[in-house]
């Protein structure tokens, strides 16, 4: 009996000896899987922390950007309606010709302050605003068909600027837009019926008024370029154009209620420093 107590006692010391082994083994392991978890769990958090400063920094970024975007519209729409209202003579017309031009670059590879610019400088050289759309859709389309920018935007509207401020088309600004891409001289010899140099000697002598050779030049890029706005307006270069628009208008829309605030915060100061109140301390 005692031999066989002996045997089971070696036996189940035995299996005792594997079975604690095993669990030392186990929690060893299990302490390891635990450091291995412990090490990633530290990793997300680290990760995560920094996606949430990563998050806060683009958040600034955004807002910056908005509050930039938002009153750069701001500024440019108040400048524009003031202009127009004194150039077409009331608020109303203004408002009318802001809603034009915004279409106008709504449907064309060009931002809004270029056309806005565009359309001052039209109507400061002489055009009546019933025409500003259509002077604006044919500068739009050569430029467009020329592959043009801002800059070139400028060089035209100048150019048909100065022919309706001058009452007669000069050789000069004919120069200034066939260096841009256009035909004037052609599309002017095919109006008044004549071959270019014939028409070059008329322009030479001042004997084509700036009514026959604006509407000479607007007929001949809507004939030869007529919708190329259009066209170009799907492109990515027209796409990203009235996305940065559409983008700054919005922001605009946030940023109005801040915007008379501030406005009217610094009409305070300023009347305040420039008042007598504030003289006494200088």
Same mark, same amino acid.
């Given at each position: 009996? #005692?031999?066989?107590?002996?045997?089971?006692?070696?036996?189940?010391?035995?299996?005792?000896?594997?079975?604690?082994?095993? /669990?030392?083994?186990?929690?060893?392991?299990? #302490?390891?899987?635990?450091?291995?978890?412990?090490?990633?769990?530290?990793?997300?958090?680290?990760?995560?922390?920094?996606?949430?400063?990563?998050?806060?920094?683009?958040?600034?970024?955004?807002?910056?950007?908005?509050?930039?975007?938002?009153?750069?519209?701001?500024?440019?729409?108040?400048?524009?309606?003031?202009?127009?209202?004194?150039?077409?003579?009331?608020?109303?017309?203004?408002?009318?010709?802001?809603?034009?031009?915004?279409?106008?670059?709504?449907?064309?590879?060009?931002?809004?302050?270029?056309?806005?610019? /565009?359309?001052?400088?039209?109507?400061?050289?002489?055009?009546?605003?019933?025409?500003?759309?259509?002077?604006?859709?044919?500068?739009?389309?050569?430029?467009?068909?020329?592959?043009?920018?801002?800059?070139?935007?400028?060089?035209?509207? $100048?150019?048909?600027?100065? $022919?309706?401020?001058?009452?007669?088309?000069?050789?000069?600004?004919?120069?200034?837009?066939?260096?841009?891409?256009?035909?004037?001289?052609?599309?002017?010899?095919?109006?008044? #019926?004549?071959? $270019?140099?014939?028409?070059?000697?008329?322009?030479?002598?001042?004997?084509?008024?700036?009514? $026959?050779?604006?509407?000479?030049?607007?007929? #001949?890029?809507?004939?030869?370029?007529?919708?190329?706005?259009?066209?170009? /307006?799907?492109?990515?270069?027209?796409?990203?154009?009235?996305?940065?628009?559409?983008?700054?208008?919005?922001?605009?829309?946030?940023?109005?209620?801040?915007?008379?605030?501030?406005?009217?915060?610094?009409?305070?100061?300023?009347?305040?420093?420039?008042?007598?109140?504030?003289?006494?301390?200088?």
């Amino acid at each position: 009996m #005692g031999e066989k107590i002996h045997v089971l006692s070696a036996v189940f010391g035995s299996e005792y000896d594997g079975f604690i082994n095993g /669990a030392n083994k186990v929690i060893h392991k299990s #302490g390891e899987v635990g450091i291995a978890v412990g090490r990633a769990l530290a990793a997300v958090d680290n990760m995560l922390t920094r996606l949430a400063a990563a998050a806060t920094a683009t958040a600034a970024i955004v807002g910056g950007t908005v509050a930039k975007m938002g009153g750069d519209f701001l500024v440019l729409e108040e400048n524009a309606k003031t202009s127009f209202t004194t150039l077409l003579g009331s608020a109303e017309a203004a408002k009318e010709m802001w809603l034009e031009l915004k279409e106008i670059a709504r449907t064309s590879p060009f931002q809004l302050d270029n056309i806005s610019d /565009a359309a001052r400088r039209l109507l400061g050289m002489g055009y009546a605003g019933k025409d500003i759309p259509r002077v604006l859709r044919a500068i739009g389309d050569a430029i467009a068909a020329m592959g043009g920018g801002q800059e070139m935007i400028q060089r035209v509207s $100048i150019a048909l600027g100065q $022919i309706r401020a001058k009452g007669v088309v000069a050789a000069e600004e004919m120069l200034q837009l066939a260096e841009n891409g256009i035909p004037a001289w052609q599309m002017l010899a095919d109006a008044i #019926g004549t071959d $270019i140099p014939t028409a070059m000697k008329l322009v030479e002598q001042r004997a084509i008024s700036s009514d $026959i050779a604006i509407e000479a030049l607007l007929r #001949g890029i809507e004939q030869r370029f007529g919708g190329m706005s259009m066209k170009m /307006a799907t492109n990515w270069t027209g796409l990203w154009a009235a996305f940065i628009d559409t983008v700054k208008e919005k922001s605009g829309d946030v940023m109005k209620p801040l915007f008379v605030a501030a406005k009217r915060w610094l009409q305070q100061v300023t009347d305040y420093l420039s008042g007598p109140a504030f003289r006494g301390f200088v």
